[in-house]
């Protein structure tokens, strides 16, 4: 059952980062750690950053991919976009970055899948 579910993530990440670079954007970092806090991938398009969360799951879904993407996961993405915007990384990136929190969601049946972007999903507040 783990090995199953860490297949359908992986293949979503490779899915999604396939679909950002077709779209323009270069993958800076893909499973970014600091701790026990993750990014999916970081990716740079023109003086953009993205900060991409990718949710996958097999058909029949009981519920939209993208709702797992909830506050608590909205603030560790944050606190994760914060480390690595903080970690030596960061002075390899052109100065002047616009910031976005984005979500891919994979929804695949057998070898077919469906992909959505939601590029600005979310802007991180700090209340």
């Keep these: 059952m783990k090995n199953s579910r860490l297949a359908i993530g992986k293949r979503g990440e490779d ?3 396939r679909h950002l670079e077709a ?3 270069t993958i800076v970092e893909r499973n970014w750690r600091w701790g026990r806090l993750e990014i999916d991938i ?7 950053l993205h900060f991409v969360e990718v949710k996958s799951r097999t058909a029949p879904a009981s ?3 993208e709702a797992n993407v909830d506050g ?3 603030r560790r993405l944050t ?4 480390a690595f915007l903080n970690s030596g990384r960061r002075r390899l ?3 002047d970055l616009e910031i976005f929190f984005d979500i891919i969601t994979l929804l695949f049946d057998g070898p077919d899948f469906e992909l ?6 979310f802007i991180p507040t700090y209340a």
């Excluded at 970081?42 to 953009?48: A, K, P, R, V, Y």
């Excluded at 959505?116 to 999903?121: D, G, K």
Aim: proline content about 12%; charged content about 10%; hydrophobic content about 40%.
């Design 93 to 95: 990136l052109p100065p």
């Design 15 to 17: 899915e999604a980062c």
């Design 42 to 48: 970081i990716s740079l398009i023109g003086s953009e």
């Design 63 to 65: 519920a939209a991919p």
């Design 23 to 25: 779209a323009g954007h």
């Design 72 to 74: 608590g996961k909205q």
């Design 79 to 82: 606190a994760a976009a914060l």
């Design 116 to 121: 959505n972007y939601y590029p600005q999903a």
